[in-house]
């Protein structure tokens, strides 16, 4: 089992950025597919970005494209999200979860771990 924890979240004015984090809690998640998800009040949880084990492989929504970027540091087990010109309609809780080969990375799923998430707050 992984345990993940998100932290960086916060409230930002519009056009702003904010930089997220995703790190197991007693484990590691090295060999995990990792991906970010944002869920607004009412509405359904939506993909933003996900990362392959090696981080050689990347995929956005097109939404974020261009203006959000996924890395991951193994040796330091960590996942951030770089949210560039962030917009009042992604304000939610993001959360990030881990899977082992999922069939669409936009999937959700196809995770198997998830974190509590972190609330971020954009305002106009």
């Known amino acids: 089992q992984v345990s993940l924890v998100e932290s960086g979240g916060g409230l930002v004015q519009a056009g702003e950025s904010l930089r997220l984090s995703c790190t197991p809690s007693?484990?590691?998640?090295?060999?995990?597919?990792v991906g970010w998800f944002r869920q607004a009040p009412g509405k359904d949880r939506d993909f933003v970005a996900a990362?392959?084990?090696?981080?050689?492989?990347?995929w956005y929504s097109e939404s974020v494209k261009g203006r959000f970027t996924i890395a991951r540091d193994n040796d330091k087990n960590t996942v951030e999200l770089q949210m560039n010109g962030l917009k009042p309609e992604e304000t939610g809780v993001y959360s990030c979860?881990?899977?082992?080969?999922?069939?669409?990375?936009?999937?959700?799923?196809?995770?198997?771990?998830w974190g509590q998430g972190t609330q971020v707050t954009v305002s106009s």
């Open positions: 007693g484990g590691t998640f090295k060999n995990w597919f």
């Open positions: 979860a881990t899977a082992l080969s999922p069939k669409s990375a936009d999937l959700s799923s196809e995770y198997i771990f």
């Open positions: 990362i392959s084990w090696d981080g050689t492989s990347t």
